[in-house]
Each structure stands twice: as C-alpha cells, then as structure tokens.
C-alpha cells in the first residue's frame, strides 16, 4: 500500500493570546471546578499519562547552579527556575499536552508576574499543534480550582469563616474557586508577611464579594477560628503553623509550601492530590541523593518525612481526592473532622481546562489561527 498523496498535511494551530483566553471563558471558576472534578475523576481510574517512565512527574525543571563562570548564565535567585509539564488526559479529552514556565521573583520589580506560562495542546497520534496559549490565567484558575474541588468533598457546608494565607494572585484564584462551593461564608481573614498585601486582599474581597474582609500580617491571627483556610504563599518567608490554632472541623487547602506541628498532622485527616505524584515526589527525592534538602524545597516534605519515620500510613494506603471523587475512600467523615488536602500542582488540569477553553474559542471564533506548514519539507 503506497502514502495517499492526496491526504492534506497543511497543520495550523490556535493562538490564543491572554485576552482571547478570556474571552474564551478561562475565567469561570465554577466551570473550572467542575472540569477539575471530571479531571480528578480520571486521576483516580488512572486514565492519564504524566512524565517520566513512572507516569506520575509533577515535570522537569531546569536548576539554574549557585555560581557560573559562564557570564549570561542564570544562577539561583528566589523562586527562580524553569520547567516543563507534560502530559496525556483521557476520558472525553483524549489529548497531550505541555506547560511551560519560567519563575524569577525578581520580574515583579518589572510590573510582571512571578511567572510566566505558556500551553501548548498537541494531537495525541500525530503529535501535531492544536494550540498555543497564553497560560497565566489558564494555570491560575486550574490552581484555585483544585483546592475548590476539594473544598467541595472536604469542606463543611456551613463554613462561615475563610482565612486566606498569602496574598498573591494564585490565592485570589484559589479563594474564587473555593467561594464557588460555599453559599455561607461571612468573614474573610487575609493573611500576609506585608500587611499592605493583605489588606489589598481583604479590599479585593469585599469589593467582589458580599463579606467581610480583614487584612493581618500574624500567622497566629491568620489561621485561627477558621473553618476553610486556602494557603497559596510563595517561599519568601517560611510559613508554619501550630496545632492549637487549628479548630475542630477546619479544612486546610493547601497549594503551596507551609509546615504544622507533628500533633496537627497524625492526629488529622490528610488528603493528597493524588498518592502516586506524591509517591513520584518521594522517588526523585531518594534519586536527588540529598532526600532532606529535596523534602526542603517541596510542598510534601513534612508529609514524606513523617511517612519514613513510620509516623503517618505510606502514601500507597493514603488518600487521594480522586479516590474521594469516585466514592472509593470517605472525604469528611464527621463535622468535627480536622482536614488538609495537599495539592502540588498537575499537568493534567492544565491540559483539561485548556482543552475546555480551547473548544469554547474554536465554537465562538475566538483567537489566531497560525500555520506550521502547507507541506513539511522534511516527509
Ligand atoms: N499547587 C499548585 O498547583 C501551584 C500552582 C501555581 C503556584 N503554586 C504556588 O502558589 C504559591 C503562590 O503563588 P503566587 O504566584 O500567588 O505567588 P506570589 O509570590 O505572587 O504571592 C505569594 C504571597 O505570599 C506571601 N508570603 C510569602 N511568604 C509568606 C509567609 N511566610 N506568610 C504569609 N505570606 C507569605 C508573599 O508576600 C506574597 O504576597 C507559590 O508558592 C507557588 O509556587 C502552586
């Protein structure tokens, strides 16, 4: 059988720039959520491919070296770093996909954000370009989603008092999410190193909400009497909080690094993203050769250390929000249930709610389409 030279080759792809992605819907929190609901769903039956030969790597980052004789060569700096998230999302997306970033805490001094990001969706056959888009927003609200779809199955219902710790744009997109999914909320706590952070929060809250809102610069003030508490802070400062501040019934949604007491942590309820990237964490760490600098430096690490110490069930035996989706291990068992869901960020979800915002911009005519080629020279 000979190559069908009449078969079209011409590949174009979609462009999506930052207000194209809006116009597109990546700014509805409440569909967000219920995408990464579906997404969490596929988690648990294991209908997804992320990198590396284990299926199950956060991505790969480029590590920039302490010093360089090299003059133009990035070194280490806060927050600094590169990296790419991979991925394959079956069910209805049934697609590839990659995001890809870089973070240097040093463009905020440049009016730009901490990172920026950028999707690209690929054919999952071919390999070809679906769509490239800007992924700032896109990734914001898969962020903030997350902890929604767990504030969903974890929270109380009757949650009145929210704290939010850190003030950055992940933790406005975390609380968006996470108000979708709780009709009583009354107060707002926000808690930052700079106070004037903070109370640029609170203002952003009352202001699009119909609550109270208060800005604090102390950890004790920030997660005490509160019933939901979303922590999304960068590693400016470390941030660490006490058992005793944490009230019978709390839900701690946990999206970036912080530490507790080891009371707090084997006397409550801990549900991860997903078991197997943790366990994924847990491998590269024992490969990094150093396991306590690698624990250091992920949102995990007080978790794996008390598992290897035998302190808290091995992460195979533990609970993963899928698992809670799909009705397969109990979520909150009781009203009085302290719990804390850790979530360290997923290819996945951004390649399901790109895909989502990608089909909406092909059905309104939304975004730029660009061509590879008519023909590829090199067939
Ligand atoms: N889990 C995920 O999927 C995911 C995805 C994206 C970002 N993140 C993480 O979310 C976090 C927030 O991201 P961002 O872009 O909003 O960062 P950002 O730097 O713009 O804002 C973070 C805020 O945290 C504050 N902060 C730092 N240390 C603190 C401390 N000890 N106590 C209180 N506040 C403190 C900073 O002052 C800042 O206002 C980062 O750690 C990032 O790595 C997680």
Redesign the pocket.
Known sequence: MGTDTSMSTKIDFLYLSEPDMIAAGVLDAARCVAICEETFSLLGEGDYLMGGANHNNHGLNIVFPKETPFPNMPVAGP?RRFAAMPGYLGGRFDVCGNKWYG?N?AN?QKGL???ILTMMLNDKDTGAPLSLMSANLL??A??GA?PGVAAKHLANKDAKTVSI?????????CFTAIMTQLPNVEKVVC????LD??NE?ARWVEENYKVSAVGV?D?ET?FTNADVITV?????????FKDEWIKPGATIL?????NTDEAFLTSCKIVY?HTALQEAYVEDAIASGNKEAYYSGV?GGPFYRLIDAGKLPALKDSIGLGDVVNGKKPGRESASDRIIFI????AV?DISWGFEVYQNALKNGIGTSLNLWEKPSLA
């Open positions: 927050d973070s805490h905020t954000p901490r990172s990734s914001a898969r962020t997350v710790v850190g003030c950055g744009p992940i933790n406005k997109s808690f930052d190193v700079f952070k903070a929060h610069d950890a920030g999304a802070a960068s590693r400016l400062k470390p941030l660490f946990v999206s970036g690094p912080v993203d949102i979530a360290c960020g997923m979800f």
